[in-house]
């Protein structure tokens, strides 16, 4: 007797026809991810197991570098700089960001003008950055004491290096955050704008009752990809101050960089690498899910 065909059966091959295009367009993408994250992220974990230096594997140690690392008071400290650094920018740079997508949005005739010159710095590379900031934060001849007025040294200053670079970080990347509002702010249809303005509605009162709504997710994208980009700083601190003075500036991957390149110790720093990657996917996480239970 034959049996019947299910119906599970019968579209199973249409099924895999349909998807063969797309896990071929996901192939690259998928093959790259392995290749260049997967694996390496492997070799670090299995790396950070072994007391190593940069020339060779040595003895397999188990969780003796992480043992070490909970108790190492410079790895918490450059973590607690790192959460400064983040403090000191993440929520100033999506808050400048809003506002000069919000001016460049509301002035038609200049927007091409002003979107440009908030947007220059973005294009600069690291090295100009940094260029900058120490040309305008010399002692003796930089643009800001003569503002201010006085010679202080603000990269060799205890309190104020960090923070100087901070602020220098919020001109070069501010641009990124500004571009990606307002792109929000273009999808917002403008008819919501004519109706609310036909029931008197001004001001403040837009933008509280229409733009903030509707910007919500994409302030809580670009406050997230901020968090990322902040704890992940490295080149400007490394720069401008190199971790000084006393390592008041040194950030968790300058710590990383030091214990792998400076003392050799590629295995406890493949550990600080795995801690740290670990303290970002949780804050990342939290953060998103913080953003979403807002919006």
Not at 151 to 163: I, T
Not at 264 to 276: I, K, L, N, P, Q
Request: proline letters at 5%; glycine letters at 6%; charged letters at 10%.
């Amino acid at each position: 007797m034959e049996m019947p065909v299910t119906t599970t059966t019968a579209f199973r091959p249409q099924a895999m026809r349909e998807g063969l295009p797309a896990a071929l367009l996901l192939a690259p993408f998928a093959l790259v991810f392995l290749l260049f994250f997967l694996a390496p992220a492997a070799q670090t974990f299995y790396l950070s197991l072994t007391e190593s230096s940069l020339t060779r594997t040595s003895a397999f140690v188990g969780l003796a570098n992480y043992a070490t690392l909970v108790q190492d008071p410079s790895f918490w400290a450059s973590l607690g700089t790192t959460f400064y650094f983040a403090l000191l920018t993440v929520i100033p740079l999506t808050a400048l960001g809003l506002v000069m997508a919000l001016l460049v949005h509301r002035f038609v005739r200049v927007q091409g003008w002003l979107q440009g010159a908030f947007f220059l710095p973005y294009v600069l590379p690291i090295s100009v950055m940094t260029l900058i900031a120490d040309w305008m934060l010399q002692p003796s001849s930089g643009v800001i004491n003569h503002l201010v007025g006085g010679q202080r040294a603000w990269l060799s200053d205890v309190h104020w290096a960090l923070p100087v670079v901070a602020i220098g970080t919020v001109w070069w990347t501010v641009g990124f955050n500004m571009l990606m509002l307002l792109a929000g702010l273009r999808n917002i249809p403008a008819e919501l704008y004519e109706a609310a303005a036909l029931d008197g509605a001004r001001g403040f009162t837009l933008f509280r009752a229409i733009t903030w709504p509707a910007l919500k997710p994409v302030v809580g994208t670009a406050l997230l990809l901020q968090l990322i980009a902040s704890l992940k700083v490295f080149g400007q601190t490394y720069i401008l101050t190199s971790g000084g003075p006393y390592n008041t500036s040194r950030v968790t991957l300058h710590y990383m960089y030091e214990t792998a390149f400076t003392q050799s110790d590629a295995g406890y720093a493949a550990a600080v690498a795995m801690a740290f990657m670990l303290v970002v996917i949780a804050l990342s996480l939290l953060a998103r899910a913080v953003a979403k239970r807002a919006a």
